[in-house]
């Protein structure tokens, strides 16, 4: 097996071609200058619409939000395109709060016309949300989409007038819950027109850009943007894994709704997503080139055809570095898995007749090849805990240090299962079981009992204790590790088809080794054999780490041990190199070398968070006030007070950590404040015999407005500005009715079944407008190593009322 020292130097050459191969993957193409052709897409020219809109946070309701509004509606009418404002009321009742929680709100939706030959075709509309977060001048989210909107509309029209009408749809209210989306696609008529949709939304302030969601039934749509859109990207398992998770954009509304087509987004540089730092200047102009360009492609073959692509069978779909994005029936995965399974064959038959199977190392391959797995989850778990990225203040925290936090996971992924390869001998086995048991007490204990990752480092430590009885050889390690890696590739082939590709492709290129190890020689001292295994390890490592970037950003940060997936898609192709080293002195150095470093790094990142003006941290400071029980409160509701919210939270009195409910059902840190002389909003109650008519309205400018209602009895369904919605109100319980940009005359809301002779029900009304009172400003200006985040900076005018009972 590799004899001699070469298992750590061709271990240390895999590991630099497959970082050097990922990292190239992951570089956004060069920025088109603006000087590039009339029809193509030009990052430097969409960074002129960024610069104007990413001035300041517009969120829905803001005055800010009706100035950015009025840019891109000159943007338009300067494009030629026939422009109107579609105002509507957008609701959206949130599945994850078991229907508690519904968010309402006054849309005003963009739209831009770019006219066709032939009006009667279906229309593609390119859509992009003008709004912020509340806090966050929204430089990538989603002033990135709108410029790129914008451009893509321009290079259109510069090819002369298209097939079908091309539509810019810039909706209002996405961030409070796809609220213009939803407003659009379900009350407006003219969305009835549109035949396909390509959205654009981003989710931090860089990174490559990829197409991660499309219409069931893709193969006409892939095939479309293989062949039309430079530089495509996309990805079948990401795209799988999209639609199993929470994050949802403007897109999904339009395929609720039975509209088809593309959903891009760039992922990266996490930090500058959702805050204070989310400056145009912070935007990666290459993320924005590589999301427009693709846009673009997708669009002028949409908008030229007369037809649309057909709904056929799924296809798996995968964009490998440096390569074009490939795409094919899942069926041909079936081949691959049967590579796999006929090299470990091969591969097993060698061993066999070279003795790595003796005294039971058959089973014992794929013991250690699976304790190996688990220590190494166990690991990641445990510091997981430890660095606690708790949203949103300790994931943030973590951020502004991304790059070490993420030299520090790929160190450790490395070094867990090189180190256990080298453990050997009664003192390793009791050390290896007593540190991942101390392992698992961390992970789960440490913030409260984790169940699943104490069962994962128990199961480790004993795995561990038992494969370290007789570790096996090298060759037996092998084996085992593609044997594991086999029937994952099976299980997802059959589970999930068009995801496979993710354990097939590693399975491939792993059993390419193998099979080119057995013709050179698994035992020979010459290079031939150590450098096909680093070429095919490290290409392996390549598309492994590639996917693992993007799983660090999606669920990697707040779940470490997921980053385990990648370690088991490289372990095969790096067994014979891996379990080699671990046998020589350099090797085990070197693993325990990169723990250390990673171990360093992780920490680093977990305790230099106080902030810095270059990446500051989180701090929340806003004002709540009760006219008529003579009551307020500064109030922060992040999870620890900084050094610049403590003492303005004090100014007024003791600090207490405990509810203020029903504005926030944990507990939030709050302190006695001046009572601003604010005129509080209105509760206007109208019983009816079958139901109750609520008015809430503001007292001059509200930016928002939260309506809780607690029931003492059953009733029955609520309308919200005439709307039927899927807001329950469960006897003693609060539910809460959440309203941007509420008109003037205020919010009508009706509940069946609460007018006269119904049950008592409790109602709180909030009323939230930006900046301070004079009477509340805590004039003490935010340090430059901090930034505001969510609700800091705004003020909660509070009235309660009851009816029935």
Not at 575 to 588: I, K, N, Q
Request: aromatic residues 6%; neutral net charge.
């Amino acid at each position: 097996m590799i004899k001699g020292a070469w298992g750590t130097a061709w271990l240390v050459a895999a590991l630099a071609i497959g970082f050097a191969i990922s990292w190239a993957g992951l570089q956004p193409p060069p920025v088109r200058g603006a000087n590039a052709p009339a029809d193509a897409f030009s990052a430097a020219r969409a960074m002129v619409d960024v610069r104007a809109i990413a001035v300041r946070p517009h969120p829905t309701g803001s005055a800010e939000a009706a100035r950015v509004r009025g840019y891109i509606t000159q943007r338009m009418q300067a494009l030629g395109l026939q422009t109107q404002v579609r105002e509507g009321v957008g609701a959206s009742t949130s599945k994850w709060a078991k229907g508690r929680f519904l968010a309402a709100a006054r849309v005003e939706n963009l739209i831009g016309v770019l006219p066709g030959r032939e009006r009667t075709l279906p229309a593609l509309a390119i859509m992009a949300h003008s709004d912020s977060v509340a806090n966050s001048p929204g430089g990538s989210d989603d002033s990135a989409g709108v410029a790129a909107g914008l451009e893509i509309l321009r290079a259109i029209k510069a090819r002369g007038q298209p097939e079908r009408d091309v539509w810019l749809v810039i909706t209002d209210a996405e961030e409070a819950g796809l609220l213009g989306a939803e407003a659009f696609f379900a009350t407006d008529p003219l969305s009835r027109r549109v035949g396909a949709v390509i959205n654009m939304d981003t989710r931090g302030g860089g990174g490559r850009a990829f197409m991660f969601q499309v219409t069931p039934g893709d193969q006409g749509w892939i095939a479309l943007l293989a062949a039309h859109a430079p530089h495509a990207s996309a990805n079948s398992l990401a795209e799988f894994i999209a639609r199993l998770m929470p994050n949802d954009t403007d897109f999904s509304i339009a395929h609720a709704h039975g509209v088809p087509g593309l959903n891009f987004a760039f992922v990266g540089d996490f930090f500058d997503y959702h805050t204070a730092h989310a400056t145009a200047a912070a935007l990666d102009p290459r993320s924005l080139q590589h999301m427009g360009e693709q846009a673009l492609g997708a669009a002028q073959a949409l908008a030229a055809s007369r037809t649309l692509p057909a709904k056929g069978p799924d296809v798996a779909t995968a964009d490998p570095p440096l390569l074009p994005l490939l795409h094919y029936d899942p069926v041909w995965g079936w081949v691959l898995i049967a590579a796999g399974g006929g090299a470990l064959a091969l591969l097993a038959a060698r061993g066999a007749a070279a003795g790595w199977f003796e005294g039971g190392g058959l089973w014992r391959g794929p013991l250690a090849a699976l304790a190996s797995l688990l220590a190494t989850a166990t690991a990641l778990g445990a510091a997981g805990a430890l660095l606690n990225p708790t949203y949103p203040q300790g994931l943030y925290g973590l951020l502004q240090h991304y790059g070490a936090l993420q030299a520090g996971i790929a160190a450790l992924c490395v070094g867990a299962p090189w180190l256990f390869a080298g453990l050997r001998g009664p003192a390793a086995r009791i050390g290896a079981a007593t540190a991942l048991v101390a392992l698992a007490l961390i992970a789960g204990f440490l913030h409260g009992v984790q169940l699943p990752a104490l069962g994962l480092g128990l199961l480790a430590a004993a795995l561990a204790w038992v494969a370290l009885a007789r570790p096996p050889s090298p060759g037996a390690a092998w084996v085992g590790s593609l044997a594991w890696l086999l029937i994952v590739a099976i299980a997802l082939q059959l589970a999930a088809p068009v995801g496979a590709f993710a354990a097939e492709w590693p399975l491939g290129l792993a059993a390419l080794g193998a099979v080119a190890a057995v013709l050179l020689g698994v035992d020979s001292d010459k290079g031939g054999t150590g450098a096909a295994l680093a070429i095919t390890a490290g290409l392996t490592l390549g598309f492994v780490a590639f996917l693992g970037g993007t799983l660090l950003l999606t669920v990697g940060l707040m779940s470490p041990a997921a980053m385990v997936v990648p370690v088991l898609l490289a372990l095969p192709a790096f067994a014979p190199l891996v379990w080699r080293s671990g046998r020589e002195w350099a090797g085990l150095e070197a693993a325990v070398g990169a723990i250390v470093l990673g171990a360093g790094l992780l920490a680093f990142a977990g305790l230099a968070t106080g902030g810095s003006p270059r990446a500051p941290a989180l701090s929340e400071v806003f004002y709540v006030s009760e006219p008529a029980a003579g009551a307020a409160w500064r109030v922060d509701a992040l999870d620890r007070l900084d050094d610049w919210s403590r003492p303005v939270l004090a100014a007024g009195g003791p600090i207490t950590h405990k509810p203020l409910a029903p504005l926030f059902s944990g507990e939030v840190y709050q302190a006695p404040a001046p009572v601003a002389a604010l005129p509080a909003p209105q509760l206007i109650l109208q019983p009816e015999r079958a139901s109750l008519r609520i008015l809430a309205q503001p007292s001059g400018e509200a930016r928002q407005l939260r309506l809780w209602l607690r029931s003492a009895g059953p009733v029955g369904g609520v309308k919200v500005q005439g709307r039927a919605t899927g807001l329950q109100l469960k006897p003693g319980r609060w539910s809460q009715i959440s309203f941007d940009a509420p008109p003037p005359g205020g919010i009508a809301v009706e509940v069946a079944g609460a007018g006269a002779g119904g049950p008592k029900l409790e109602l709180v009304l909030a009323q939230i407008r930006d900046g301070f009172p004079p009477e509340a400003d805590p004039h003490r200006p935010m340090p430059p190593h901090l930034m505001p985040w969510g609700l800091s900076g705004t003020t909660w005018t509070v009235t309660r009322g009851q009816a029935g009972g």
